[in-house]
Structure formats: structure tokens, C-alpha cells
């Protein structure tokens, strides 16, 4: 036997060890990070999987006309002041006769959503006929007996709800006058200081009208750029020193471009705060570098020879990105700006600057009415005192959450789908 | 083909990026301030957009000092209509406000909030005297041997402080400096505690800019904890460590009650009674200042103000005070709103 295999034999079982050391290590990672994901998942759904329903309480409402003071019920300006929470107490007092006093009354009223009386206004106005009717309805019930009902038998001991008030809702709960249905207002609602009325549907909406305006000026700019630096920019210091910035640009922290634009955009230019415009314009300079650089590396991955037999069949070189390298891009600058995209939608940072982390409740109807976006909504209500706004918060970041995924997926299948290989 | 879609793409953001300089003026109404007002404002504006046939005010939480700044910066459209604040306005701010033409500045006090030190419900309920904060959180501390200097904070553990305290770790979840409650805490119960002190109290006449450094100095040793801005997260800190001890406002209290307790301090607990009375020691007034050069321009901040110092709102029984905001006494109630009625603005001499 030669020294050499001689050696070999010797350290070949060390060998083996120290490769199985190493998979086990790679594995251990994987494991890490996908524990990281089920702890993470698990945390979020199993705080937040209770706000997908709210809890309603069966009422008979008298549609008194006296009580509203209201003649007319098809007269707009009446119906808008008549007194809805009127019918509403009156409501209570007849299911519970007993209750007597002011601060016991008062905890009797507040068993129902103060948002109530608007449901009762929207119901008269469509339907004028049923005043001087009596009617059951569900009713919304306020926040502190949702979480009543929502919490653990033991929990339930120390809720906000007064003791009294727990009596009634138990006595409710076992007449089967109380509901839980689908949170159908979480996905139409705008924001709400009431936690059982508020709503994703103005933050959804914020956070479309400012990625249509980021996508709009970042894909044409950023493509526009890395199809001249690629094909017609001459390689010299100067391009040098302009890619060593877009490399730089894309690891700036996003608060930066936030004081950017509140310098430029709001105080230079004056154009008003809080609207997606404004926040598509910030968003648009930090995903720039990255959709940049990932059309260039898709424009890279187009082999010479389509160029070269393009330029030889006599086409121009503008002829020849627009009518080759182009097309033959377009799939992986799409991926690059989805994800691109995805990135610029879980901001809040640069918004903080530039007052878009605001209390909105009407739905913005464009790209110039006062907006907040998903992530700042969901900071606006980790930070808000009722505890629902908890499980709402955790809602929140299921339905954002939900997006990014669609959006990364989208990514891979646009990828899977149109990539050409060479 | 796809040429067209990337010159529909560029023609629609030009669009975008030169409408915005056309379309300057406003409708709804802006408000800028304290995050300590913010929950109450924004009940407010919400109710106010849903009854009134105007939209829904917008409502930025900046901090009292920030909303200030963006509130004295001019009159116009791109200037907010109402800051609100959690403190009064400084001299300096009013100023300001004159130089940049905010000639006309009304105030309304919209009621209080008490400042709760509160731990977990599983723990002891504490008892605290305003001395007892100021010893266990102050920077520099007076020489426990009774003379009268000062050595770095030595105290580890509450009963250090005051035998009658329990045996326990002094660890303080707070707001970080930049918070308003953290201002209200140094100032109402540091400085409340410091002042105990005779001779400590004897430097306010002398040295005034001595006597705050060391009365509002909080220890920088791991002692005081800086939560960060988000209550909710003192909150949940405070029941994952019973012995813990959290700084925050009462709203905060009132809505967690199911998870944490607050301490009696100065012999008094912090009640929504107690607060109101002025018993309580560590409370504050809350405000709201009014441009009044907008009023009349931005259609409905009028409704707005009166909206918020209707009795309904920021009455004993308006919804409010279910949010936790203390009313004022009745009379002052009376003497805002009908300021807010009529407008009066201010002259700069009551600061």
C-alpha cells in the first residue's frame, strides 16, 4: 500500500464526521428559521383569529316616531339628526325592566356599540316604511362584551366589563339572544377609536393608490435607467461612480428617504401631507435602486448572440433592445419589481416623516385624499389603549401578511412561467 | 406593445407628480399634536364625521412639542388647523407663532389625565409617597446618612428606599424622554419627591437651573427602563414580570384593568374621582389650540370645537371620559366652551 492511501484511510472516518457535523448544522439552521415561522405564525393567528368574528345581541327595536322626532322619514336633514341611540335604550330599559338608576342605566347603554344608532339611521333611510313598526334586530355589540364573551371562563373574572353588566350578558348568552358572526365591517370599515367598527378597507385602499403611483414612476424610471447604463452608457469613471451609488443607495435606511421627501417634497415643493402621492413619491426613490438593479442583472442574463445576430440582420441598436433584449428581460424585471414592490408595501418608516401615519376614517378616493397605509395602521393600533385593538392588530398583519405572500408568489410564478433559459 | 404600457406608465405619474400643485386646498381638517390627546381627539373627529355632513377630520400624532412646531409654522391651507397638546403652550411657541403671522391662537383645556405607576395584578399593590419615586429613580439622591449632599443613586431594592416597601428589585418600564407623559412624570412626581427635601427645595430660589438637574434627572443605571412609546408594550412587559414596575397614562390603566393594577401614591389611589379632584398628585391638563385665521376657511372646524367641548364628549358622563380623559370641573367646562363658542383668542400674557 502507497503512504498516500494509507493517509487517506486514516482520516477518512474523521472526513466522514466532520461532513455529517456539517449537514446537521445546515439542517439546525433550516430548523431554526422555520420554527421561527411557526412561532411567529402561531403567536399572530392565535391572537388574532378572534377579531375575524364579532359578537351581535338580538334586540327589539320600536320604531318609534316620537321617540326620533321625526315626521318625515324620507327628508334627508331629518333623518341625519334624528335620535337613533334613543331607540336603542329604549330597547334595553323593555329587555330589562329591572335596572334602575343613572350609573346603572348608563352601564345598560353601553352593552351596545355606540355605532349602533348609524346602523338603525342607514336601515330607516332605505327603508322609510318601517317607522311606527316594531322590528328584532341584531344589533353590534359594544367591544368590553365581545371580549367578555371571547375570553376563557376564568379570564372573564378580571374583563372591563362591570359586574353587572356581566349578569345581563350571561342572562343574554342563555336566551340565545346573542351572536357571533363573521367580521364582515373589519374588510369595508376605515379606521375607529370603537375597536368592534374598525376596519382594514381605508388602509387597503391607502396602501393601492400609493404602490400604483410607486409602481408607475419606479418600474418606467428604474427600467429606463438599467437599459442605458446596460446597452448604450459608455464604461468609464463616471459610470463607475454612478453604479457605485445605486449600490449604495439600496442599503440606505428607508427613514432617510422619508426626510428627503418631507424636505423636498412637502417643504420645498408644498405639497400637502398625508396623501399617497407624496408617500408613492418617497417610496418610489427607495425601491428604485432595487428595481434598477435587478433589471440590469436581467438584462445581463440576455446572451450576446441575440444582439450580435440582431445587429447583423441590419437592426439598429435601439431596435434591438426594444425588439429583443427587452422582452427577452421583462420577466426577471418583473420579478425584481414585484419584490420590489412588496418591500416598499410593508414601509412605515419613511410615512412617519411625511404625515402619513394619521387617524383616517373615510376611505381615500384617490391619490390625493389623506391616506394611511397597512403597516401604519397596524402601529396606529398596537398602540391604542382598548385591549381588542390586540387581536385587531394581529388581524391586521394577517391580511398584510396575506398580500406580501400573493405578491411573492406572483413573483415566482411570473418567473417559473415566462423565464427563457439559455 | 409593451412600450405603450411603459408610456402610459410615465404619463400617468406626470399626471400624479404636477396635480398635487393645483389641487392645494383642503376640506377636511387637519390636526397635529400630543399622543397622550390623540385618543380622545380622534373619538371626537370620528363622531364628528359621521353626524356632521363634513369628512372626517385627519388626525397625526406627533407629540405636543412637534405639533407645535408644524402649528406655528403659518397660516394656509398646508399649515394644520389644530394642534393639541399635553401641556400648555410655552411662551416661546407663542412667539413663534406670532413671528410666522399665527396671530390669533385660541386655547381650550379639554380636562385631564393622571399618570399611573402600576404593576402586574398578580403582584402586591404598591404604596408609594412621592418621595419614594424621586429616591428610587432620581439620578442623584441626598446622602442617606442625613447630610445634606448628594451621591449617585445607591438604592437596589424598594425596601432599601423605604423599609415598608417590599424586598424587591427597582425596575421601571417608562416612556423615553421624547414622550410628554415622561415630562408630566419628571416634573409632577421627581420633582414632587424632590422637593421634600427642605434644602433641596431652599436651591429652587437660588439655582433654579441646579435645582432641575438634579429634581428631573432620571438614574441612568439600568433602574429606569425606557420602554419605548407604545404603552400597550409596558403593559405586556409588566404582566410577563410581576416584579416589574411601569410608568403610563390612566387611559391605559382604565382599559387594562383585567392585567394590571395601579400603585396608591401620596395615600391616594388613581381613580377616575380621584384624578378629577386634583387629589391625585401626578396629573395633568390637556389642551388643544385653535388657528383661528382657518376658521372660516377649512369648512367645519367650528362644529369640530364645539363637537369636543360639548357636554356629550368631555362632560362627567360624555364618552370621553369612557375613554378615559378626566373632565374638568364643571365651571371650567362652562368658561371653555364658551370660549370655544365665541372664539376669544389669546393674548400671551396668561403664560
Known amino acids: 500500500m502507497s503512504k498516500t492511501t494509507e493517509q487517506v484511510r486514516k482520516t477518512l472516518a474523521r472526513r466522514y464526521r466532520a461532513e455529517k457535523r456539517f449537514r446537521a448544522m445546515g439542517m439546525a439552521s433550516v430548523l431554526f428559521g422555520l420554527m421561527a415561522v411557526v412561532v411567529l405564525f402561531t403567536d399572530i393567528i392565535g391572537k388574532g383569529h378572534s377579531a375575524f368574528v364579532e359578537t351581535y345581541i338580538q334586540l327589539e327595536i320600536r320604531w318609534d316616531q316620537d321617540e326620533l322626532y321625526i315626521d318625515d322619514p324620507t327628508d334627508p336633514d331629518e333623518l ?106 373589519f374588510f369595508t370599515h376605515g379606521d375607529s377609536r370603537e375597536p368592534e367598527q374598525a376596519g382594514v378597507w381605508g388602509a387597503v385602499a391607502g396602501s393601492f393608490f400609493t404602490m400604483l403611483v410607486t409602481l408607475a414612476l ?24 454612478i453604479e457605485v451609488n445605486i449600490n449604495n443607495l439600496a442599503a440606505v435606511p428607508s427613514i432617510i428617504f422619508g426626510l428627503l421627501g418631507l424636505a423636498i417634497f412637502i417643504n420645498l415643493f408644498g405639497m400637502p401631507r398625508s396623501v399617497p402621492v407624496v408617500g408613492g413619491l418617497v417610496l418610489t426613490l427607495m425601491t428604485l435602486p432595487t428595481i ?35 422582452p427577452l428581460a421583462l420577466p426577471g424585471m418583473l420579478t425584481g419589481a414585484i419584490i420590489g414592490m412588496a418591500q416598499a408595501l410593508g414601509e412605515t418608516a419613511p410615512l412617519l416623516m411625511i404625515g402619513m401615519v394619521a387617524f383616517i376614517v373615510d376611505i381615500p378616493g384617490g391619490p390625493l385624499s389623506p391616506a394611511t397605509v397597512l403597516p401604519v395602521q397596524i402601529y396606529l393600533w398596537a398602540d391604542s389603549p382598548e385591549a381588542s385593538f390586540v387581536s385587531m392588530t394581529s388581524a391586521a398583519i394577517m391580511v398584510l401578511l396575506g398580500f406580501l405572500i400573493m405578491m411573492n408568489t406572483l413573483a415566482v410564478v411570473l418567473r417559473k412561467r415566462l423565464e427563457r433559459r439559455w | 406593445m409593451k412600450l405603450k404600457v411603459i408610456f402610459a406608465g410615465l404619463a400617468t405619474a406626470l399626471m400624479f407628480s404636477t396635480g398635487p400643485a393645483s389641487a392645494a386646498s383642503r376640506d377636511y381638517i387637519s390636526i397635529v399634536g400630543s399622543s397622550t390627546v390623540y385618543p380622545f381627539a380622534t373619538v371626537v373627529a370620528e363622531r364628528f364625521g359621521k353626524t356632521s355632513s363634513h369628512p372626517t377630520p385627519k388626525i397625526e400624532s406627533t407629540g405636543s412639542g412637534g405639533g407645535m412646531k408644524l402649528f406655528c409654522a403659518g397660516v394656509g391651507t398646508e399649515h394644520p388647523d389644530i394642534t393639541n397638546a399635553s401641556r400648555r403652550i410655552k411662551k416661546s411657541e407663542f412667539e413663534k407663532c406670532q413671528a410666522n403671522g399665527v396671530k390669533d391662537v385660541v386655547e381650550i383645556k379639554v380636562g385631564y389625565d393622571g399618570i399611573v405607576v402600576a404593576n402586574a395584578k398578580s403582584a402586591e399593590q404598591m404604596t408609594l409617597s412621592l418621595k419614594d ?146 387629589e ?21 372646524i367650528e ?47 396668561e403664560l
Request: net charge neutral; with cysteine; proline share 6%.
Open chain 1, 218 to 241: 419606479a418600474f418606467p424610471i428604474g427600467v429606463a435607467a438599467a437599459i442605458y447604463l446596460e446597452e448604450f452608457a459608455p464604461k468609464n469613471r463616471f459610470t463607475d461612480f
Open chain 1, 292 to 326: 434598477i438593479i435587478s433589471a440590469r442583472a436581467s438584462i445581463k442574463s440576455v446572451p450576446p448572440s441575440i444582439r450580435e445576430a440582431a445587429l447583423g440582420l441590419g437592426a439598429s441598436r435601439m431596435q434591438v433592445v426594444m425588439h429583443h433584449v427587452l
Open chain 2, 280 to 300: 391625585y398628585p401626578v396629573s395633568r391638563s390637556l389642551y388643544f389650540y385653535i388657528k383661528k385665521a382657518h376658521v372660516g376657511v377649512i369648512p367645519g
Open chain 1, 80 to 185: 341625519a339628526y334624528a335620535d337613533y341611540d334613543a331607540l336603542i335604550k329604549n330597547a334595553l330599559r323593555e329587555r330589562f325592566p329591572s335596572v334602575e338608576g343613572r350609573l346603572e342605566k348608563r352601564n345598560l347603554y353601553k352593552l351596545v356599540s355606540s355605532g349602533a344608532g348609524y346602523t338603525l339611521r342607514d336601515r330607516l333611510a332605505e327603508n322609510p316604511q318601517l317607522l311606527g313598526t316594531t322590528e328584532t334586530l341584531w344589533l353590534l355589540a359594544d367591544d368590553d362584551v365581545d371580549r367578555y364573551l371571547k375570553l376563557g371562563q376564568e379570564a372573564q373574572e378580571s374583563a372591563r366589563l362591570p359586574e353587572q353588566a356581566r349578569a345581563w350578558v350571561d342572562e343574554l348568552v342563555q336566551e340565545g339572544s346573542t351572536d357571533t358572526r363573521w367580521n364582515a365591517s
Open chain 2, 133 to 278: 419615586i424621586f429616591l428610587a429613580l432620581a439620578k442623584d439622591v441626598p446622602n442617606p446618612d442625613g447630610s445634606e449632599t448628594l451621591v449617585p443613586n445607591p438604592y437596589k431594592t424598594w425596601n432599601e428606599v423605604n423599609p415598608s416597601l417590599p424586598k424587591m428589585k427597582i425596575e421601571v418600564l417608562g416612556p423615553p424622554p421624547t414622550s410628554g407623559t415622561r415630562d408630566a412624570f419628571n416634573e409632577l412626581a421627581i420633582e414632587g419627591g424632590c422637593k421634600t427635601f427642605p434644602w433641596l427645595k431652599a436651591m429652587k430660589a437660588e439655582n433654579k437651573s441646579k435645582y432641575k438637574a438634579i429634581c428631573r434627572a432620571v438614574r441612568e443605571d439600568g433602574a429606569y427602563v425606557e420602554a419605548g412609546e407604545n404603552d400597550n408594550l409596558i403593559i405586556q412587559k409588566l404582566e410577563a414580570n410581576a416584579k416589574a414596575v411601569g410608568v403610563f397614562g390612566y387611559s391605559f390603566l382604565d382599559q387594562n384593568r383585567d392585567k394590571v393594577q395601579g400603585s396608591i401614591i401620596g395615600g391616594v389611589s388613581p381613580t377616575f374621582e380621584a384624578i378629577s379632584s386634583g
Open chain 2, 303 to 349: 362644529g369640530y370645537v364645539r363637537e369636543f367641548t360639548s357636554e356629550k364628549a368631555f362632560g362627567e358622563e360624555g364618552y370621553l371620559s369612557e375613554k378615559g380623559l378626566i373632565p374638568s370641573p364643571r365651571a371650567e367646562r362652562k368658561a371653555f366652551a364658551k370660549a370655544a363658542k365665541e372664539l376669544v383668542p389669546m393674548t400671551g400674557n
